[in-house]
């Protein structure tokens, strides 16, 4: 069975319209020989078919009371499917699989190689660079935000096959991407096993912890983690008021502290005080504390000699297309 969430086919687009315009509408798609399905005040059809009727409903004013959605996904305002029409570039990406990993190394205290963070990076035709912060909120206007996690994450757990057995592999997952974790997390745990790797050796990442809106939720797609041996960590940590409360719900083997209490904390007072109650929830829990986006040696001397376990940054490394050909980062090369 194919999800239509995860894959990357032709959408259909259903409206709610205001019941006046409907018979119109219904008129000019028999001209136009459009396919739909009506319901009501419902229509289901394409999206060259829906584009003109937002086209229609803008330039008559009417607009007010129509709504789209796609697929499963809730309803938004009409005046929206313009966002979603511009992002149709996702599909193609998605199609073309234009995605390349990059790794970012993660290390102990003494600069012992601890594993890396596998960052997607995506190329358009030409061979430009697509960042996330770009590619992200278009697959999320386009309703591909299923599809563009499934992809990132299934050629993560692929590329942990080059690096040394001993390193973790971090990989970042958006939670509301995931809507039935027994369903679309069975690849992840397939190719893990295709490729007879350790689960244990894959940490997954929940971004944005600070804005968890269904923690249920969460606990489920965890649940399922925990139960294939794989690890998890809780990323972004930082002073947020529900941050105690998620970590009490969760237990994650990892905690990472949110980089903008880790850039500048030698020198900042505030910033102590955050990472020092970080290191003290972590030890209640007994979870291992990384420290991400360290740029420079003072923070990383303040917060190694505080009990920090692991750390990552530019100071560090930066995100490579290849793992390095070592397993220590001599610690006395970074500061020259």
């Known amino acids: 069975m194919t999800c239509p969430n995860c894959t990357v086919s032709k959408q259909r687009i259903t409206l709610k319209l205001p019941e006046e315009v409907v018979p119109p509408i219904l008129i000019h798609f028999a001209q136009k020989d459009y396919p739909h399905r009506h319901h009501n005040k419902t229509l289901a059809t394409t999206e060259e078919a829906a584009a003109d009727v937002a086209d229609f409903l803008t330039a008559t004013s009417q607009t007010a009371g129509a709504y789209f959605k ?3 996904h809730g309803w938004q305002p009409i005046e929206e499917l313009a966002n979603y029409i511009e992002s149709s570039w996702v599909d193609h990406i998605l199609q073309e699989k234009y995605i390349r990993m990059h790794f970012q190394p993660i290390i102990m205290p003494d600069g012992t190689l601890y594993g890396y963070e596998m960052l997607a990076r995506f190329q358009d035709q030409d061979g430009s660079m697509i960042y996330p912060d770009r590619l992200f909120p278009a697959a999320k206007a386009r309703g591909r935000l299923f599809a563009l996690d499934r992809l990132c994450r299934m050629n993560a757990v692929r590329q942990i096959t080059r690096l040394p057995e001993q390193l973790k592999a971090f990989i970042n997952f958006v939670p509301t991407a995931i809507y039935n974790p027994e369903y679309c997390l069975k690849t992840t745990s397939d190719i893990a096993n295709q490729l ?9 990442e929940v971004v944005e912890t600070e804005k968890i809106a269904d923690l249920d939720h969460l ?11 794989f690890h998890y960590a809780l990323d972004d940590v930082g002073a947020g008021s529900n941050t105690l409360s998620i970590v009490e719900d969760l237990e994650p083997p990892y905690m990472k502290l949110d980089m903008q209490y880790v850039q500048g904390v030698s020198s900042c007072l505030d910033k102590q005080e955050v990472a020092l109650k970080f290191l003290e929830i972590a030890d209640t829990y007994g979870a291992v504390t990384l420290a991400e986006g360290v740029e420079c040696f003072d923070d990383f001397e303040w917060l190694k000699s505080k009990g920090y376990q692991l750390f990552q940054g530019y100071f560090i490394g930066r995100p490579l297309p290849e793992p390095l050909d070592t397993c220590k980062i001599e610690l006395a090369n970074l500061m020259i």
Do not use: N, W
């Open 219 to 229: 606990k489920s797609i965890l649940e399922y983690y925990r139960s294939h041996g």
């Open 70 to 72: 796609i697929h499963e």
């Open 196 to 204: 007879s790797i350790d689960s244990s050796r894959f940490v997954f």
